[in-house]
């Protein structure tokens, strides 16, 4: 499967603990973004990376939240001292360099259980 | 601020009947807009895009910038359009993020 990967699919975690989760994009693409979609929702934008470089963090982004891509190829997304309102599917998508950057591939989402 | 409204989380139509779901958005400059479908068990996928004018799988969906207005057309429905679609809108900034409406559940039945 050449589709954007996401680690884990499942998280269920205690309220306080650290989560991290993975994407990898597909290989071509420098453009990568995370999304975050709670129940009834749609997605709704936490944060791009061009390349390494992160380039622009949505207001949902608390401090609470960080997000690495050190090499420009896959990329974390880290939640520290997890709270119930984080409970969600956290979507990434990535797109090419040129041509449709609005045409982003989605993963598969990784859903996390905050209880 | 940007922003996309989808009136109807679902929408029940019979196989064979024409399709419209709803969508309209708000935003100052000059809109790019798509649709996103969710078909069960699978991610999300673009079905289409504005700009290219293009029919998928049946499915059309013209821009009217006086009604602000990108509602997504089909004349008849088949079992498989079955799914979770949603109208987006793509900012003219550095990260060419989406704004995702509420999404719209489309049940075909025969």
């Known amino acids: 499967d050449t589709g954007v990967s996401q680690n884990p699919r499942h998280k269920i975690t205690k309220r306080g603990q650290n989560v991290t989760f993975r994407c990898d994009p597909i290989?071509?693409?420098?453009?990568l973004y995370w999304y975050r979609q709670t129940l009834g929702q749609g997605p709704e934008f936490l944060t791009y990376?061009?390349?390494?470089?992160?380039?622009?963090k949505s207001r949902l982004l608390s401090d609470r939240f960080s997000a690495e891509r050190p090499k420009g190829s896959f990329s974390t997304l880290e939640i520290q001292r997890t709270e119930q309102g984080d409970s969600a599917m956290y979507l990434c998508?990535?797109?090419?360099?040129?041509?449709?950057?609005?045409?982003?591939?989605f993963g598969p989402g990784t859903r996390l259980t905050v209880t | 601020a940007q922003r996309v409204t989808q009136p109807e989380k679902l929408l029940s139509v019979f196989k064979g009947a024409p399709v419209e779901l709803k969508c309209n958005y708000s935003?100052?400059?000059?809109?790019?807009l798509f649709w996103y479908v969710q078909y069960s068990r699978q991610r999300l996928q673009l079905l289409l895009r504005?700009?290219s004018r293009e029919s998928i799988k049946g499915f059309t969906a013209d821009l009217n910038k006086g009604e602000t207005s990108f509602h997504l057309k089909k004349p008849f429905a088949q079992e498989e359009d079955s799914a979770m679609y949603y109208c987006?809108?793509?900012?003219?900034?550095?990260?060419?993020?989406?704004?995702f409406g509420t999404g719209t559940r489309l049940q075909v039945t025969l």
């Open positions: 998508a990535s797109s090419p360099a040129s041509g449709g950057r609005y045409e982003q591939y």
């Open positions: 290989s071509e693409h420098n453009r």
């Open positions: 990376f061009q390349n390494e470089a992160q380039l622009e």
């Open positions: 935003y100052s400059g000059s809109p790019e």
């Open positions: 504005h700009i």
């Open positions: 987006a809108l793509g900012s003219t900034g550095t990260a060419s993020k989406l704004t």
